[in-house]
């Protein structure tokens, strides 16, 4: 493995600012710490359980050898940044020639060449990250990389979460906004559906939403399209969702009798 190429790989499963903010802490994990060749770091979501081969992870490094490190010991469930996951504190070993802890991971490190490597946990506000440092000789990695390291992965992993946070919070804002701005169309929508079937608002409304969930289509879209053409074509979808709903007064349970407006 050369010495250090800030070679960028990343397997991204969250907005693309938490990739970039991980490369940044990884390659700086790595130029603290002069005696690694290179460091990874790894995003986990806190609503992800523990050992989930499929959970949602980022990983990032700054070199090509360096992800299946963390690969194997996510999948295999064992290795430094396990026992720091677990733990809470800094795991690591200064020599894996003479470590057994973690047979898979050290079988791989000692494959890519590597002799020691060291894992610090972060945690803030249901984001937890992890910085691996990766040394091409035994030594004491852990506590050279526990100074600058330590203090750059608390501050990146708060300004990971606060951003993390603030992009969802843009999300539901957009979200609030489509449903405002949507709710006319809905309720023409329900207004069509109630002369169809007879029945009330909170009816026409959950066969809407029902309709929209079973047909995979975002219940605004769904009621452009019963607006837009009045309900012809979706009778039949509308009289089988609408048999559960209970009729209104003097009006059909079915719908089958009444003719559709305009």
Same mark, same amino acid.
């Given at each position: ?62 070199? @090509? ?56 946990? +972060? ?60 709710? @006319? ?12 079937? !007879? ?31 009045? !309900? ?8 089988? +969702? ?21």
């Amino acid at each position: 493995m050369p010495d250090r190429t800030h070679i960028r790989a990343a397997r991204q499963t969250d907005a693309p600012s938490l990739g970039r903010g991980l490369v940044e802490l990884a390659e700086q994990a790595a130029a603290g710490t002069p005696q690694s060749c290179g460091a990874t770091a790894t995003a986990v979501l806190a609503e992800e359980p523990s050992g989930a081969a499929d959970a949602d992870r980022t990983t990032v490094a700054t070199h @090509p050898d360096l992800p299946p490190l963390v690969s194997v010991q996510l999948s295999a469930w064992e290795g430094p940044i396990i026992s720091a996951l677990d733990t809470g504190r800094p795991a690591g070993a200064d020599d894996l020639l003479h470590d057994d802890r973690w047979p898979r991971y050290r079988a791989r490190a000692l494959d890519a060449g590597i002799r020691s490597s060291a894992a610090l946990p +972060f945690v803030y506000d249901g984001l937890t990250v992890t910085v691996s440092v990766y040394g091409l000789r035994p030594g004491p990695l852990r506590k050279a990389a526990e100074g600058t390291t330590g203090l750059l992965g608390d501050l990146a992993t708060e300004s990971l979460a606060r951003d993390r946070l603030y992009r969802a919070a843009l999300v539901q804002v957009d979200q609030l906004d489509t449903a405002l701005r949507s709710r @006319p169309v809905v309720d023409q929508a329900c207004g069509i559906v109630m002369y169809v079937l !007879g029945c009330d608002p909170d009816q026409a409304f959950d066969l809407l939403r029902r309709f929209s969930q079973q047909t995979n289509r975002k219940l605004a879209e769904l009621a452009g399209t019963v607006v837009r053409t009045r !309900g012809r074509g979706l009778e039949r979808n509308l009289i089988e +969702f609408g048999r559960s709903a209970a009729p209104g007064p003097g009006r059909p349970a079915s719908g089958q009798d009444r003719d559709l407006p305009g």
